[in-house]
């Protein structure tokens, strides 16, 4: 089983990564073989999801919102998806410049309102060689199943416009194709709630809020297994 803690790009809240350590203890003293490994393509697979979600520029979704009362977080994805393409390279530059990291790398990735049948297909076939390569990830390294963070910190305040991100963490899987499965292990302590650095990034910012006050909110792991083995999943949880 390997193991991994957090992804860098969007670093996991201490009780987090304590749960997976100690999860990680438990599995090895009933003699599962524990190994470290290091997350496959976060960002790269994180970045295809989201290309994917705004490919046909939410039109299906706003078909479906018609005549609906909208709530304003979604009326903020809609009007984001309709951005023309001259102005989201600076947009995502102005971003970037005033701190804004991550909605400015979302912004370059996101570079036309709707994509083209044969752009549509490259993506698709980016998610086939995706998840080839991840199977081969884990057949070299002789791993049937992983262990790590389902999300980056416990949990988000109702209503957070930056809880998406969380999808970076259990979202990818969906994406590769492979069964997963989150069961609770612990608590966040009191020592463990103090807040991170955030800087001017509104997402750090958003984990920062969250993670304040959240002493006693549950804690779980994450297990994923190749293609197909949902019956390692539901061994390990």
């Not at 990291?101 to 698709?124: D, F, W, Y």
């Not at 990034?201 to 002493?215: K, L, P």
């Amino acid at each position: 089983v390997g193991v991994y803690e957090q992804i860098e790009s969007l670093p996991a809240a201490p009780a987090i990564r304590r749960g997976v350590a100690e999860t990680a203890a438990k599995l090895s003293q009933r003699g599962v073989e524990i190994v470290a490994y290091e997350p496959f393509a976060m960002k790269e697979i994180w970045t295809l999801y989201m290309q994917i979600f705004y490919a046909e520029g939410l039109s299906d979704i706003r078909d479906q919102l018609r005549g609906s009362i909208v709530d304003w977080r979604t009326r903020s994805y809609l009007r984001l998806a309709q951005l023309p393409s001259l102005s989201r390279p600076s947009i995502s530059a102005m971003a970037s410049v005033i701190g804004q990291r991550r909605i400015g790398e979302t912004m370059a990735h996101l570079q036309r309102p709707i994509l083209s049948a044969k752009q549509n297909v490259r993506l698709l076939m980016q998610v086939q060689d995706f998840r080839r390569r991840f199977q081969q990830n884990l057949s070299e390294q002789g791993i049937d199943a992983l262990i790590g963070p389902p999300a980056p910190i416990a949990a988000f305040y109702h209503g957070d416009f930056y809880a998406n991100y969380a999808l970076m963490y259990n979202g990818v899987y969906n994406v590769l194709g492979v069964p997963a499965g989150v069961g609770h292990v612990t608590q966040v302590r009191p020592e463990e709630q103090t807040p991170r650095s955030s800087g001017r990034d509104a997402v750090d910012q958003s984990m920062a809020r969250n993670e304040a006050g959240s002493a006693g909110l549950p804690v779980g792991v994450q297990v994923i297994s190749t293609r197909w083995r949902d019956d390692v999943v539901l061994a390990l949880l």
